[in-house]
């Protein structure tokens, strides 16, 4: 403008049209407009033919960095201005929409809706028939079903006839009899030479069972009569074995007493001299030796008593780490009990539990348990990887069990509160997997048990392997997935 302000081509159009001016001049000659920023000196009314376009501000404008315009769809690219239009043209974060089905798609997607998805795109018959010129996707498989240039098959073709044509040229070859009862003709001769030569399999098959037969009988025989000549050499081995064993035996306890008396002898002699000698010595140690005896005596009573004290502190202290295992696993299962009737509940190795449900090692798989309340019903979960009855192979299946608690004889019977499963969904929080029953009365899963569970009670059909192992669902992640149970609560069951 002539005062030097700057203002842009849509907001100078804006002040034209609100003080009257379309285009021309108005009645009272050229209108005017006052410049926005008249509060500034030097600012004064201009005319439209005085506003002069500043080329130099759009080159500036032009260079300035600018976000993608599809930033919103996940875009994070910045460009120049004067560049925005080229990079919108070809972002993969695009939208375009499909001339024939009208659905908005990314850019990248765009082709291969067009060449494989799209049901409304044209397409032309592959029989290159007139009927029509071009035909949507999602009406295709209807006409070649009823295509006028579809080719078929001669009726008589089970019979060996492969004629191929259109409907009238068929009609035409299908009224040739004296053709078709020769074609009839060669496929009963077909049949009797076939047959014959099963008769002739089946009777060789016979004849050769039976010389098998006959043959396996006389091995069997002699494989028995070979069997019991080796169990009697066997015995007669072991008998042979024992006796020699027995007189080697004697022979060698001959031997060794010989050698005994030999020596006794020798040392009989130079003994009897010192005899007399050693008896006076004897009767000294005697006495000796019963005094130490008597005082092994004491030591072996005192040891005694010692080792009877010893056996029961080590008898106490294997009780005291029982009772302390016992106590650990009690606080264990404390700190992972939830009284508030919600079990939130990870299936780690998720794969390879199921490579166990297959091959049978571990078809199922029970959660710690949780209670409605502190005096509440007890309950865990029960699931199946590979599915289990209808679900078996397809499916995950989640049950609900009741299991025998504590305060189950102040608590009301049967079990009748609603019951949530739920997949939880780790990449979208709002896309969970849920379903839900009310119990039935007269089920035995839901009566007061009577052993340490009841029988489970859920969703067989719950949850289907290509949905969960998809990764793109978002499903599972490292291997886990998180299932959930909620129990609906109400002032009922809270003693």
Not at 118 to 135: D, N, R, Y
Not at 358 to 376: C, P
């Amino acid at each position: 403008m002539t005062c030097g302000h700057r203002i842009c081509a849509r907001c100078i159009q804006d002040l034209f049209h609100s003080s009257g001016w379309s285009g021309g001049e108005t009645r009272g000659g050229p209108k005017t407009i006052t410049c926005p920023g008249s509060d500034d000196e030097g600012c004064e009314e201009v005319q439209q033919e005085e506003i002069i376009k500043d080329y130099s501000g759009e080159r500036e404008m032009r260079l300035l960095m600018v976000f993608c315009s599809y930033k919103k769809y996940g875009c994070t690219e910045t460009m120049q201005w004067c560049k925005l239009k080229s990079h919108c043209e070809q972002c993969r974060y695009g939208v375009k929409v499909c001339q024939y089905c009208k659905s908005e798609l990314a850019v990248e997607q765009f082709e291969n809706h067009l060449r494989t998805v799209c049901q409304m795109f044209p397409l032309v018959c592959p029989q290159q028939c007139t009927s029509e010129a071009v035909i949507p996707r999602c009406k295709m498989n209807e006409h070649l079903k009823n295509c006028p240039a579809a080719p078929r098959f001669c009726k008589h073709k089970v019979m060996g006839c492969q004629y191929q044509g259109s409907d009238r040229d068929v009609s035409q070859h299908e009224s040739d009899t004296s053709y078709h009862f020769n074609v009839v003709l060669d496929f009963a001769k077909r049949l009797q030479r076939e047959n014959e030569q099963l008769k002739a399999t089946v009777q060789r098959t016979f004849a050769e069972k039976e010389v098998m037969r006959e043959e396996v009988e006389r091995q069997t025989q002699a494989r028995r009569h070979l069997e019991g000549q080796i169990e009697t050499l066997r015995n007669e081995i072991r008998k042979t074995e024992t006796h020699n064993a027995q007189i080697i035996s004697i022979q060698s306890q001959k031997i060794a007493r010989l050698e005994q008396v030999q020596e006794k002898i020798v040392k009989l002699g130079a003994d009897l001299s010192l005899l007399k000698i050693r008896q006076n010595q004897q009767d000294t140690q005697a006495n000796e030796f019963q005094s130490i005896i008597t005082q092994l005596d004491s030591t072996i009573s005192l040891r005694a008593e010692l080792n009877q004290g010893n056996a029961q502190r080590e008898q106490d202290l294997s009780l005291q780490k029982a009772r302390l295992s016992e106590l650990t696993v009690r606080c264990q299962v404390l700190e992972t009990t939830n009284y508030d009737g919600t079990l939130v509940w990870k299936i780690t190795d998720y794969s390879k539990r199921k490579e166990d449900a297959l091959d049978g090692r571990h078809v199922s798989v029970y959660s710690q348990h949780f209670y409605t309340g502190r005096y509440g019903y007890k309950m865990c979960g029960r699931v199946y990887v590979d599915g289990d009855g209808a679900g078996k192979g397809t499916h995950l299946s989640l049950f609900f069990v009741i299991m025998k608690g504590e305060y189950d004889p102040v608590l009301p019977w049967p079990f009748k509160q609603k019951v949530t499963l739920f997949l939880l969904n780790q990449r979208y929080p709002r896309q969970h997997l849920m379903d839900s029953f009310k119990p039935d009365s007269a089920s035995t899963s839901f009566q007061r048990p009577i052993s340490v569970m009841n029988t489970a009670s859920g969703c067989p059909l719950f949850a289907a392997h290509t949905v969960i192992e998809n990764q793109s669902n978002g499903f599972i992640d490292n291997d886990c997935i998180y299932l959930k149970i909620i129990v609906e609560l109400n002032d009922n069951i809270k003693l």
